[in-house]
T-cell receptor
Framework: KQEVTQIPAALSVPEGENLVLNCSFT??????LQWFRQDPGKGLTSLLL?????REQTSGRLNASLDKSSGRSTLYIAASQPGDSATYLC???????????FGGGTRLMVKP | DTEVTQTPKHLVMGMTNKKSLKCEQH?????MYWYKQKAKKPPELMFV???????INESVPSRFSPECPNSSLLNLHLHALQPEDSALYLC?????????????????FGEGSRLTVL
């Protein structure tokens, strides 16, 4: 059974800092990996999708990498802003492409 | 249009009530999902519909009854719920593959329906 772990569970940084969120998974036979952002009490916003054949994806200040063989993905946030404060979830998509397994999330607080 | 719309945003119901949650998308996605999320926990999969047919049921109690009346709509019928069923219920959709090409599996989520069972 696939297990997804995110470290750290919570992170507090000053504004402007570059930071890295980590995601690890136990079964490397994944189809794709997706990073989400969730604000309190809200739904999930898709940030980046990395297909299993890709090594990284970039969107603005966000860069996500994927190393399937080691079962790891990282989300790099450059020049963090208070508006980045949210919970960040990674999820791996199984090979059938119909089921996501979520990590526990990292709660990020960016202080002004 | 990359929106998944869920109604109602908030619902309070008693344990003997019957209510429904609704989800709608117009992205042409043929896979739709219900997830349940408790506070400070990741979403947990409940049901998956593929081409309007139930393809995955994650051993959800029968007091939750999903329905997919057409390719754009997904309902979750609620009956005789328990207080521990109080949670954020999230709907999501994704594109299915076609003509031998696999879809990416990327999910798009709605804002959720906050359910409180008294």
């Amino acid at each position: 059974k696939q297990e997804v772990t995110q470290i750290p569970a919570a992170l507090s940084v000053p504004e402007g800092e570059n930071l890295v969120l980590n995601c690890s998974f136990t079964d490397s036979a994944i189809y794709n990996l997706q990073w989400f952002r969730q604000d309190p009490g809200k739904g999930l916003t898709s940030l980046l999708l990395i297909q299993s054949s890709q090594r990284e994806q970039t969107s603005g200040r966000l860069n996500a990498s994927l190393d399937k063989s080691s079962g790891r993905s990282t989300l790099y946030i450059a020049a963090s802003q208070p508006g980045d404060s949210a919970t960040y979830l990674c999820a791996v998509i199984n090979n059938a492409g119909n089921m996501l397994t979520f990590g526990g999330g990292t709660r990020l607080m960016v202080k002004p | 249009d990359t929106e998944v719309t869920q109604t109602p945003k908030h619902l309070v119901m008693g344990m003997t009530n019957k209510k429904s949650l609704k989800c709608e998308q117009h992205m042409g996605h043929r896979a739709m999902y219900w997830y349940k999320q408790k506070a400070k926990k990741p979403p947990e999969l409940m049901f998956v519909y593929s081409y309007e047919k139930l393809s995955i049921n994650e051993s959800v109690p029968s007091r939750f009854s999903p329905e997919c009346p057409n390719s754009s709509l997904l309902n979750l019928h609620l009956h005789a719920l328990q207080p521990e069923d109080s949670a954020l219920y999230l709907c999501a959709s994704s594109r299915q593959g076609s003509s031998g090409r696999r879809a990416t599996g990327e999910l798009f989520f709605g804002e959720g329906s906050r359910l409180t069972v008294l």
